[in-house]
């Protein structure tokens, strides 16, 4: 008896205890909700109270300065074109490299593999100068075009790693059936590999879709800014007015915890099976 | 069998399944990798099309550059804290959701929100609270730390920026912590119950061994991505006040592109890759030898 009382009030207690603690996690993106709805001078005198009126002023006209409606969509079309193609082609490469054993492909892999540990910052400025020599930057299609080439690493190491898991009967069967190489890659390895495309469209979805650095050197112009980038000169440009600073911070946020709200295992399971390998 | 071994069809093979993959990667990472270590050894100004060769002088600039050194020193500082207190947090906070406990993936899925947004909107938010919320709360409990903004002071902007990278990156530990805590066989944990053994001495002799290799990924993925922050230490602190928080990353860019010294800036770049891919090698080396066989 005693000791299951005590077990239960245990568990009550971690229960608090870790909804205290996750309480204290959100606590930031609370406050910087509750503060967008208020006015400046609200915002200034008393970061802490609750709103007096809910005003979504600061919305409307945060909305319309940082251009929401374009950002998102840039944001949108170029995570979305380049997470598709990085997926493809890298399995694609990879049912390449793991399939044909050659001296050749090894080291493809192999210099690959060891692409992954290069830091951004070693590759961005020859980057720059190349690209901008060859009239290349300014515009959405060549980062999509570098996303590819920085995402590939990575995404074949993964896709390498299943497919060499993956029998050769199976492919063996479908040729004798007719297919040819690229029917057996479509028609049958390709909707085996799909946990590793769930795993690759979320970690590169997550990382393109925040990335400011990569960006804010490839698009200079306003029409093209993607969310990351305009919330950054939304900030260099309204410095003061904090309500409405805040509600693009809120506003940017909403997208992606909607998602996540939807696909919450998903994403944990994919950034799991991601760091495992 | 269908298979033509030609070597001509092999070529094509290549080209259609391997072809985009690897002629992109080659000329987005490979090739201005290799340009960018040519161009540590000419004075590039970001401008002129003749290149001439200086042999080491941009490496003398950087080894006498003390701006570059405190940096670099502020870097490592930086990453020694956030590994240590990420891995402790999220190994803290993986242990008590890992132990059966009802409504686990709820909490799982709460303290891992923080990596679904971006460095530049997460500096944001956290730079209102440190330069506004903080204060207000500090003049009202009358604590003295708190009553001015954390990031008007070097010392205490540096905890800032600590603290919010160990804010974001212990939920992404946790998760990989969480997968490694599930993975330990119950029956072992029973028998060293039955055997006598607490707590204490199952987290020390069964799990923590067994955890080892997710210690590794972990400990891993914090150094590589403490030693290229840039996005959070623009928005939180932008490097201020006075220049006392720019991080290595953030030193990279303003020397490259700010003072437009090419040279010095990759040759900058250069040593970092240089470290990241010393500590990545190491901490796999080092790993492999103390992983325990199950």
Sequence with gaps: ?277 | MQYRHGAGRKIGTFMMFAGPATLVFAVVMVLPFLYGILLTFTDWDGKAVQLSFVGLANYATVFGDAAFWSSMLLTLRFAAFTVVLTNVVAFLLAFALSSGLKGSSFFRAGFFTPNLIGGIVLGFVWQFVFSRVLPVLGKLIGSGALSTSWLGDPGRAFWAMVIVTVWQYSGYMMVIYIAGLTSVPPELLEAASIEGAGGWAKLRRIILPLLVPSIIICVFLTIQRSFMVYDLNLALTGGGPYKSTVLVSMNVYQTAFLSQQYGPGQAQAFFLFLIVAAVSIAQVYFGKKREVEL
């Excluded at chain 1, 590819?148 to 050769?168: D, E, M, N, Q």
């Excluded at chain 1, 069967?173 to 590793?196: E, M, N, S």
């Excluded at chain 1, 509600?247 to 946020?253: F, G, P, Y």
């Design chain 1, 1 to 277: 008896m005693s000791v299951s009382i005590r077990r239960a009030t245990g568990s009550v207690a971690k229960y608090a205890v870790l909804i205290l603690v996750l309480a204290a996690y959100l606590l930031p993106f609370v406050l910087v909700l509750l503060n967008s709805l208020k006015t400046d001078p609200e915002v200034v005198a008393s970061p802490l109270a609750w709103p007096s009126v809910l005003r979504f002023d600061n919305y409307v006209s945060a909305f319309e300065k940082m251009r929401f409606m374009s950002a998102i969509g840039n944001s949108f079309l170029i995570t979305l074109l380049s997470v598709c193609l990085i997926s493809l082609l890298s399995a694609m490469c990879a049912y390449f490299l793991v399939r044909n054993k050659s001296r050749f492909s090894t080291a493809l892999y192999l210099v690959m593999v060891a692409a992954m540990i290069i830091p951004f910052q070693a590759i961005m400025i020859p980057l720059l100068k190349v690209y901008g020599a060859i009239g290349m930057l300014n515009s959405p299609w060549s980062l999509i075009f570098m996303y590819i080439g920085f995402g590939a690493p990575f995404a074949v190491f993964l896709f390498h790693g299943f497919i060499k898991g993956i029998s050769l009967e199976l492919e063996e069967a479908a040729t004798i059936d007719g297919c040819g190489r690229y029917g057996v890659f479509f028609k049958v390895v390709l909707p085996l590999l799909q946990p590793v495309v769930m795993t690759v469209v979320i970690l590169d979805a997550l990382w393109i879709w925040n990335d400011y650095l990569l960006p804010s050197l490839v698009l200079m112009a306003k029409q093209h800014r993607t969310l990351p980038l305009s919330t950054f000169y939304f900030f260099s440009t309204y410095t003061v007015n904090y309500g409405r600073l805040l509600a693009s911070l809120i506003m940017t946020v909403i997208p992606v915890i909607v998602l996540y709200l939807f696909s919450q295992r998903f994403i944990i399971k994919g950034i799991t099976a991601g760091a495992i390998k």
